[in-house]
């Protein structure tokens, strides 16, 4: 199992909290044994990236939503 102080290095650069998401990713694909370690870690940073998205998108709206509405 990774955690945030020992995660694989194809994870270093990501940013602190998208990092954090790879490694939980990550951990629950190992739990299922089902894919090798590489593939694990092009599939979790690929999960994390898109969270990553996904958030800073819904940010974007309701600091919009903020100031348009407020």
Do not use: C, Y
């Not at 955690?3 to 790879?22: D, G, I, Q, Y």
């Not at 629950?28 to 800073?56: K, P, Y």
């Amino acid at each position: 199992m990774w955690t945030v102080n020992h995660f694989p290095a194809a994870m270093r650069s990501l940013n602190p909290s998208t990092r954090a998401k790879a490694i939980e990713v990550a951990n629950r694909l190992l739990e299922q044994g089902q894919l090798d370690g590489q593939r694990i870690v092009a599939i979790s940073i690929e999960e994390a990236r898109r969270w990553a998205r996904l958030e800073a998108s819904h940010a974007d709206w309701s600091t919009l939503a903020v100031r348009t509405f407020a």
